[in-house]
């Protein structure tokens, strides 16, 4: 007993000391280049979520997001590391609660008060089956499992892909990921402040470990919106990488 002791004492003495070695080697080998190296590499229990990557949202479209179109690149690249992947599709009905011109008197961009809580009013965008809430054709993704829709029901918004604006009507995706034995939650898309965010959110709330990929996504940036998206995935625990990260 005391010889197993002072063996443990002396495995912790040794860690102790390995540990400030560390320390005092780190600053040296902390070099830009690590941040680069890729360290995730995807395995079968991983999805890639990609979010809404609609005409509508990319240049020319209804709701153009601002250099949206730059995430296709890095998004069909990632794809082909991912075994498992979910298309989302934003999919409104004509006359949409979350359209300004369902509202008189409103704008695209306006603040209004729903029953279910603050809303942003969008310009008209993604009806279904108009050209613009298709899925842009570069979007290469042949092997994509799922495509989830929402939005659909005309009073209620959904920018999350599993749970609408009312936080209480779900889509169905929590449940789908789960039946399937999914682990960590890869998402990137449009637009990083609304749509991107709010399905990390959830799946963070949900149980996911959760990641945003930054390049493989761009916001739209209105009143303070994508800082805010940033500092409350942050506060939930999302992590925000790049998808030179992914091996
Ligand atoms: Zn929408």
Sequence with gaps: ???????LTRREAFQTAAAGVLAV???A?????????P?????????????????DFLPGGA??????DQVIAPINALAKR????????????????????AHGGKKPFDMTRLEY??????????????RGAMISDEVQIPHAQLVIRKGYNRTIDSY????????????GLEGYLKERGFKRVFVAGLATDFCVAWTALDAREAGFETFVIEDGSRGINTMGSLDAAWRNMGQAGVRRITSAVIA
């Design 82 to 101: 991912f075994a498992h992947v979910v298309l989302t599709q934003d999919w409104h009905t004509p006359g949409h609660i979350s359209f300004a011109s």
């Design 1 to 7: 007993m005391p010889d197993e002791e002072s063996s």
């Design 160 to 171: 999350s892909a599993f749970k609408e604006a009312d936080r209480k009507t779900k889509t």
């Design 25 to 27: 080697a780190a600053p």
């Design 63 to 68: 709701l153009a997001v601002k250099d949206g």
């Design 117 to 130: 809580g603050d809303q942003v009013l969008w310009p008209d965008h993604c009806v279904q089956g108009s």
């Design 29 to 37: 080998t902390a070099t830009p280049a690590r941040a680069q190296a």
């Design 39 to 55: 360290s995730i590499k995807p395995a079968d229990d991983d999805i890639f979520v990609v979010v809404d990557v609609q005409y």
